[in-house]
């Protein structure tokens, strides 16, 4: 099913809330089944944290594949459609533009430290209707002074418009078992291996094997939130050992993969 055709979610308006006193709102999310926020900028800056699931974020800046274990940093204004193909559990969070200016300005997916997911745990059970005064603003504030010091996570996956790499990159998302040469993705995409290893660079800034690690990195996360054994994800994805996954995801994203499994609230 494309993009296009997936069903509309019936977005809260939390996103245009002009509200100074209230800096921070937020919001739990659960939606059944393949769905999409059609492409909006909402006047507040987001942080989208999937607890289940995984979602594809489109901007100006790229394409990003945000899953369970990680979040994204959307900043005040940009334009943006968030989409995925199957059911997800998310806390949403919207910072007031006048208090956004610590943050970063370019989005991206970025790490969720302890402490960031228990204020975010926190804040989501505080609600909306708080006072300007008493813990709930108390806690907005903590949680304004964490987002300033958040952590951009190394796995950017970028994807292209340009048609020959784009046809080589749905490939690889289709299947990232697959475990294709340049070469084969090449012949499919219409493309010399030379050309399309350039293309990788020039649109990604990274070689097809980072990408690939990146996406399979992604794909990892989502499973092992799910439940799956870090052996099965491992061999499923096509990696020689279950050490050799451990190595990617430590040196990627500073942590063994264990700590991605079936977390709950």
Known sequence: MSVEKLPDLDLPDFGDLVDAVRPVL????????????????PARGHIIQPRSGAYWVLTGEGTWLVPAGLAIWIPPGMHHEVYSHG???ARILFVEPA???????????VKVSPLLDALLSRTVDYGNAYPPEGPEARLAR???????????APLPL?????P??????????????????????????GASPRT???????????????WRTNLLLANALERLEKGAS???????????SPSSFAFDCRSRLGVPPGKFRARSD
Not at 196 to 210: D, H, I, P, S, W
């Open 196 to 210: 399309l290893a350039r293309l990788f660079r020039a649109e990604t800034g990274m070689t097809y094997t980072q």
């Open 164 to 189: 020959r790499l784009a046809r080589a990159m749905e490939r690889v998302i289709a299947a990232p078992e697959a475990n294709e040469s340049i070469e084969d993705l090449a012949k499919a995409a």
């Open 26 to 41: 937020s919001y739990g999310w659960r939606a059944e089944g393949a769905h999409r926020a059609a492409a909006h900028a």
């Open 87 to 89: 059911s997800v559990m």
């Open 230 to 240: 870090v052996t099965e994800v491992a061999l499923d994805l096509g990696y020689a």
């Open 158 to 162: 970028p994807v292209s418009k340009e």
């Open 99 to 109: 208090h956004a200016g610590l943050l970063p300005a370019r989005a991206g997916t």
């Open 142 to 152: 903590v949680m304004l002074d964490e987002l300033a010091a958040m952590e951009f």
